[in-house]
T-cell receptor, first 114, second 114 residues
């Protein structure tokens, strides 16, 4: 069953704790992305990766970190330095990097920091 | 900076009627892609339709079509014969040829009434 898996669907953490959001894909897509969605603000790019062991900052990378050790996996860590981490986080993939190709999205993780 | 503007936070339509969602964008590039994504209550982002800037012909996908006006930097989405399942947030997005970054508008919430 091909697709993008994000786990968990809901995540609660105490303020000051780091938390890692999982994103796994079996679509064999090269590029992977992390977006943050807040009410009334659309989606904003946090980090993206076009190939294994390489990634670039997006527009709102401060307080976040990523790794891309395997093609299938692109975990996002929300660190304690992120001032307002409560949000809906979406992972996306794209075949072959730039171009007309669409991005495919996972089901998302809702993070709530208490 | 490239921006995408969706000036209608909410729209409503009666079942079987037609509705048009507006999107404008600001760019100095001549080659780019435009997308409409749908986000139903499940929050799963789904591609509705896409358009390459060099193509003058408006894209069509079943009941969904666009009105692409390059000079006016406008990319509206028309939904014909609206169905209850069309109720969702709709996001307009833009990407240039040589970048992986999708720039999203703030979205339009579409309600469909029986």
């Amino acid at each position: 069953d091909g697709g993008i898996t994000q786990s968990p669907k809901y995540l609660f953490r105490k303020e000051g704790q780091n938390v890692t959001l999982s994103c796994e894909q079996n679509l064999n897509h090269d590029a992977m992305y992390w977006y943050r969605q807040d009410p009334g603000q659309g989606l904003r790019l946090i980090y993206y990766s076009q190939i294994v062991n390489d990634f670039q900052k997006g527009d709102i990378a401060e307080g976040y970190s990523v790794s891309r050790e395997k093609k299938e996996s692109f975990p996002l860590t929300v660190t304690s330095a992120q001032k307002n981490p409560t949000a809906f986080y979406l992972c996306a993939t794209q075949p072959g990097g730039s171009g007309y190709n669409e991005q495919f999205f996972g089901p998302g993780t809702r993070l709530t920091v208490l | 900076a490239q921006t995408v503007t969706q000036s209608q936070p909410e729209m409503s339509v009666q079942e079987a009627e037609t509705v048009t969602l507006s999107c404008t964008y600001d760019t100095s590039e001549s080659d780019y892609y435009l997308f409409w994504y749908k986000q139903p209550p499940s929050r799963q982002m789904i591609l509705v339709i896409r358009q390459e800037a060099y193509k003058q012909q408006n894209a069509t996908e079943n009941r969904f079509s666009v009105n692409f006006q390059k000079a006016a930097k406008s990319f509206s989405l028309k939904i014909s014969d609206s169905q209850l399942g069309d109720a969702a947030m709709y996001f307009c997005a833009y990407r240039t040829y040589n970048t992986d970054k999708l720039i999203f508008g703030t979205g339009t919430r579409l309600q469909v009434f029986p």
